[in-house]
């Protein structure tokens, strides 16, 4: 299933516009997305809301917008030609009915373990990659090769057809198997910062009193941010010898006031 498919125009403008939006910014990295907007003639929450899938302009607004762009005509014209957006192609949407096989990390851990340099096709390599018993790994296998996910071709070698996927047509989908992920994730987080090396590793934060109505634009950035470094990773990748995890998190810290009155928890 892929995403793209029913809305080809207005994906490929989206990313047409995001890898916009990061060339300014790796020039001014102060460069807001409200500037962005700005320069385009658009209102702020608006742009937002296209960049994260969650509006639809028409095609005249888009051509329109594509007039506010400092770019060669040329580039503009083959906008929606076969080249124009080099990811959307393989840019997968998981199906909802597939979802629960992220409940756990260690499914996206195998299939990360597919690309890796040297990697074979058994249970006891995979699970000792992952620090897992090759019991858990072959049942994990049959779920991914039941539903497709995973393939063995002719020559004996394994495709994995979520290489390039989401889960997100935006950045409020909340379904429970990704709640899972996501804390399986933060755990195994928990374990690095014991167990990596600081060359291995970064964590870190930042905690800071803010306007909650800037929680819309932040996600867009956040997301904006991961999709620049999956291209670098792509790009720039001369092997892959190991499988990363790259998690963000933005949350409150402070509790939400009671509606009636401040009653101390």
């Known amino acids: 299933m892929l995403y793209i498919e029913a809305h080809m125009e207005q994906d490929r403008f989206r990313l047409f516009l995001q890898d916009e ?10 460069y807001s997305l409200r500037s962005f907007a700005k320069s385009l003639q658009l209102d702020p929450g608006s742009l937002s809301q296209f960049l994260n899938g969650r ?3 028409s095609s005249k607004k888009i051509k329109n917008i594509a007039l506010q762009l400092e770019v060669d005509q040329a580039k503009l014209q083959n906008l929606f030609g076969a080249d124009s957006a080099p990811f959307a192609e393989n840019y997968q949407l998981v199906e909802y009915e597939k979802m629960h096989l992220l409940a756990n990390w260690y499914y996206l851990g195998i299939l990360e373990c597919v690309a890796l340099e040297g990697f074979q096709p058994t249970p006891q390599w995979i699970g000792k990659q992952l ?3 090759a019991c858990v790994i072959s049942l994990a296998l ?4 039941a539903h497709k996910v995973l393939t063995i071709n002719e020559d004996g070698s394994w495709t994995n057809h979520w290489q390039f996927f989401t889960t997100q047509v935006n950045e409020n989908v909340d379904e429970i198997p990704l709640r899972q992920l996501q804390k399986q994730l ?3 987080a928990a374990q690095s910062i ?22 819309p634009e932040i996600k867009e950035e956040i997301r904006l941010f991961r999709q620049k470094i999956a291209k670098l990773i792509e790009q720039k990748s001369k092997k892959r010898d190991t499988v990363y995890c790259l998690q963000l998190n933005l949350f409150p810290q402070t509790l939400k006031n009671k509606m009636n009155g401040d009653e101390n928890v």
């Open 142 to 145: 049959s779920q991914l090769f």
């Open 131 to 133: 620090g897992l018993p």
């Open 55 to 57: 509006r639809k302009y």
């Open 186 to 188: 933060l755990e195994k």
């Open 194 to 215: 014991e167990e990596n090396s600081a060359e291995e590793k970064s964590h870190s934060s930042y905690v800071s009193a803010m306007d909650a109505e800037l929680v």
């Open 21 to 30: 939006y990061l060339r300014r910014r790796s020039g001014n990295p102060n």
